[in-house]
C-alpha cells in the first residue's frame, strides 16, 4: 500500500529583496494512511507553505511529492486541481465562509466545479452537515452560527468529495480552549471513519491529540529526540 504522502527533498524558496529566501529546505516526509498528524513550529518556520504544497495548492521548486502513491511532479494546473478536488479536503483557521449563505450552501459550493446532479449534491451536503453535527443549522448564514459553528460547516465542506486526505491549517486558531477541543474530537472521529488528517498548530494540547507531532524549524524537520 502506497502512502498518504510522501515528499522526497521538497525545498522551495520565495523571491525577497532581489534574492531568494528558502522557506523550506530538503523536507523528507512520509504520512501514512490512517494515520493523524500534527504539524508544530514557530511562527514562520514553513509550516503553511509544506501545507499548500502538500495540498497542491502550490508546486515546490525541487523535489518529489507523491500523493496516494500517484507523483505530482510534471501535473499542470488542471491535474493537479483535480487531484485535490478527488483526494483532498482543506481547512482554514479563518473558516473562509460565503457571508449571506446558508451552511447547505456553503458545503454544496465544492460539487459546484463537479459533474454531479444536483439533488444528488443537496443530500450529500446534508449527510455532511450531520456528520459535524450541525443537521439542524442547514439553513443558517454564518452570521448566525459560533465559530466552533462555523469551522464545523467548513469541515463539512472539506468531506464534501469523500476526500481521503485532510488538510487543516490552525484549525483551532481562532477558536476558545474548549471549541478547539471539540473540533479536535471530530477531527478524530473522522480520522477513525478512514481520513488521514495532518494538521497544523501551535497549541501544545491540540498537538498531543494526534498520533505523530512532527516539527518544522527554519524550513527544516526537525528529528524526534532520541530517547
Ligand atoms: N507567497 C509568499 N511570498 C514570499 N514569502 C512568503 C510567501 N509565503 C510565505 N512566505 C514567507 O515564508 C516564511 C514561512 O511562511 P509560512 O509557511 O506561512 O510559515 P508558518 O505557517 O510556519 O508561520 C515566512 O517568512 C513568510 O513570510
Ligand atoms: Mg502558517
Known amino acids: 500500500m502506497t502512502a498518504a504522502i510522501e515528499c522526497r527533498a521538497i525545498s522551495h524558496s520565495f523571491?525577497?529583496?532581489g534574492e531568494r529566501f528558502q522557506v523550506l529546505n530538503d523536507i523528507n516526509l512520509t504520512i501514512e494512511r490512517g494515520e493523524m498528524v500534527a504539524i508544530i513550529g514557530p511562527s514562520g518556520s514553513g509550516k503553511s507553505t509544506l501545507m499548500n504544497l502538500i495540498g497542491c495548492l502550490m508546486t515546490a521548486e525541487?523535489?518529489?511529492l507523491s500523493i496516494l502513491g500517484t507523483a505530482t511532479s510534471g501535473m499542470d494546473r488542471n491535474q493537479l486541481a483535480t487531484l485535490r478536488r478527488d483526494h483532498i479536503g482543506f481547512v482554514f483557521q479563518q473558516f473562509h465562509l460565503?457571508?449571506?449563505?446558508?451552511?447547505l450552501d456553503n458545503v454544496k459550493m465544492p460539487l459546484m466545479y463537479a459533474e454531479q446532479r444536483l439533488n444528488d449534491a443537496e443530500q450529500r451536503a446534508r449527510e455532511c452537515l450531520e456528520l459535524v453535527g450541525l443537521a439542524d443549522k442547514l439553513?443558517?448564514?454564518p452570521s448566525q452560527l459560533s465559530g466552533g459553528q462555523q469551522q464545523r460547516v467548513?469541515?463539512?465542506r472539506a468531506l464534501i468529495n469523500r476526500p481521503d486526505i485532510l488538510l487543516a491549517d490552525e484549525p483551532t486558531g481562532a477558536l476558545d480552549s474548549k471549541t478547539s477541543a471539540e473540533i479536535m474530537?471530530?477531527?478524530r472521529q473522522l480520522n477513525q471513519r478512514g481520513h488521514t488528517v495532518v494538521l497544523v498548530t501551535h497549541e501544545a494540547e491540540v498537538a498531543a491529540q494526534a498520533d505523530r507531532i512532527i516539527t518544522?524549524?527554519?524550513?527544516?524537520l526537525q528529528l524526534p529526540e532520541a530517547s
Open 185 to 187: 474530537a471530530l477531527f
Open 62 to 64: 525541487a523535489g518529489e
Open 139 to 141: 439553513q443558517n448564514h
Open 154 to 156: 467548513a469541515i463539512a
Open 216 to 220: 518544522v524549524r527554519d524550513g527544516q
Open 98 to 103: 460565503l457571508p449571506r449563505t446558508s451552511a
Open 15 to 17: 523571491p525577497m529583496a
